[in-house]
C-alpha cells in the first residue's frame, strides 16, 4: 500500500467507536467501557492499525486519571456473550495530573494491534480511574483506526 502524503488518512477506517463519562468515586469511574460490536464478515477487511482514547479530566490538586485495560474483546457470539480478551490489555498510568489549584487535563493514548486472529465480532474497551474522591470529572472518546484490505477506504 502506498500513502499519499497529502491524504495520509484515506486507507484507515474508524470502527467500535464509543465514549464514557464519570465522577471519582462515583458513576462511570473505574468502570470499564465497551465500543460498538464490529463483525468481520461485513468489514473490507480491516488488518491493524491503533486503539484511540481522547478526552478531558478535571482533577484535583495532585490528583490523577489513569486509562487501564485497554484492549478488544472477541468471540463468535453477535452479542460478545462468548467475549474473550484478544491482545494482552495494556494500562497507562496518570495520562493527567491535576495541577496547584486543580486544573482541566486533556489526554491522548494509542494502542497499536494486529488484528491477525480476531474472531468474527469484536468491540474496543477501556476503563477510565480516577484516584479521587471527591468531585473530579472525565468524558472520553474512543475506537480504533483501522488500515483495510482496499485503499482508500470510502467516507462512512
Not at 491493524?48 to 482533577?59: E, H, K, N, R
Amino acid at each position: 500500500m502506498i500513502i499519499n502524503d497529502k491524504d495520509a488518512g484515506a486507507p484507515f477506517k474508524l470502527l467500535s467507536g464509543g465514549g464514557a463519562r464519570g465522577v471519582a468515586a462515583g458513576t462511570g469511574d473505574n468502570t470499564e467501557a465497551v465500543g460498538a460490536i464490529v463483525d468481520m464478515q461485513a468489514q473490507d477487511g480491516p488488518m491493524s492499525g491503533f486503539l484511540f482514547v481522547a478526552g478531558s479530566a478535571v482533577l484535583a490538586d495532585t490528583k490523577t486519571i489513569s486509562i487501564n485495560d485497554v484492549g478488544i474483546e472477541h468471540g463468535d457470539a453477535a452479542n460478545l456473550s462468548d467475549k474473550a480478551d484478544f491482545n494482552t490489555e495494556v494500562d497507562f498510568a496518570a495520562v493527567g495530573t491535576g495541577q496547584t489549584g486543580g486544573t482541566t487535563e486533556l489526554f491522548t493514548v494509542k494502542q497499536s494491534i494486529n488484528l491477525n486472529g480476531v474472531k468474527r465480532y469484536w468491540r474496543v474497551k477501556v476503563t477510565p480511574d480516577l484516584n479521587a474522591t471527591g468531585t473530579d470529572t472525565f468524558q472520553l472518546g474512543f475506537g480504533f483506526a483501522a488500515i483495510c484490505d482496499s485503499s482508500p477506504v470510502a467516507d462512512g
